[in-house]
């Protein structure tokens, strides 16, 4: 069975650029997460779909950020235009429930602002 | 808030030297606690957990016991080999941040010489 996967895996871009990330969840896990680790940093939660359906976006930093889930299948995570601070490395997860069901995550997207 | 705090790296250790990372966290209400590891090149995947205090976590010769009194999940293992040389990520979910949601500390790189 195939796992999470995210494509890129690296992206340098321009500051004022715009940059997609996308992520492939488990088939048939609802539950899709996005998190971010800054360099050196923790890794932060962003936000939650169940199906295509945003549950939770209360960790996205500011509306340069977009993340979208059609069809409750792939999701992608848009940033525009970057600024260097969004440099980091992006890694999306995904479940079947949620409570203590343990979330898989992916190899993560290596951003880098430049 | 709910957070974890883990030792700053890297952590160099000689095959089969004794490790512990440290890990110690704040929470309301009664977390479950986690360890997860990234391989270089890989995403991260769930090494082990413990949902009740006094539960032990463990696998692939790792072990984490699950302390209230002290606040911690300290990991440990008898003896490292190289192959064990990665990132390792404490973690939290708890009822009061979102039980879908993890907490994670900084990382605590190590590296096993041969």
């Known amino acids: 069975e195939a796992g999470v996967t995210q494509f890129p895996s690296h992206s340098v871009i321009e500051k004022g650029q715009t940059v997609t990330l996308r992520c492939d969840p488990i088939?048939?896990?609802?539950?899709l997460y996005w998190y971010r680790r800054v360099m050196g940093k923790e890794i932060k939660f962003l936000l939650h779909?169940?199906?295509?359906?945003?549950?939770?976006e209360s960790g996205m930093p500011n509306n340069r950020f977009l993340a979208e889930r059609t069809g409750g299948t792939y999701s992608t995570l848009k940033v525009q235009p970057a600024e260097l601070e969004d440099s980091g490395v992006y890694f999306c997860?995904?479940?079947?429930?949620?409570?203590?069901?343990?979330?898989?995550f992916g190899q993560g997207t290596r951003l880098t602002v430049v | 808030g709910n957070s974890v705090t883990q030792m700053e790296g890297p952590v160099t250790l000689s095959e089969e030297a004794f490790l512990t990372i440290n890990c110690t966290y704040t929470a309301t209400g009664y977390p479950s606690l986690f360890w997860y590891v990234q391989y270089p090149g890989e995403g991260l995947q769930l090494l082990l957990k413990a949902t009740k205090a006094d539960d032990k976590g463990s696998n692939k010769g790792f072990e984490a016991t699950y302390r209230k009194e002290t606040t911690s999940f300290h990991l440990e293992k008898g003896s490292v080999q190289v192959s064990d040389s990665a990132v390792y990520f404490c973690a939290l979910k708890s009822p009061t941040s979102g039980t879908y949601k993890y907490i994670f500390g900084t990382g605590t790189r190590l590296k096993v010489l041969a």
């Open positions: 997860a995904s479940s079947q429930g949620t409570d203590n069901t343990e979330a898989f």
């Open positions: 779909f169940v199906k295509e359906s945003k549950q939770d």
């Open positions: 088939s048939g896990h609802d539950n």
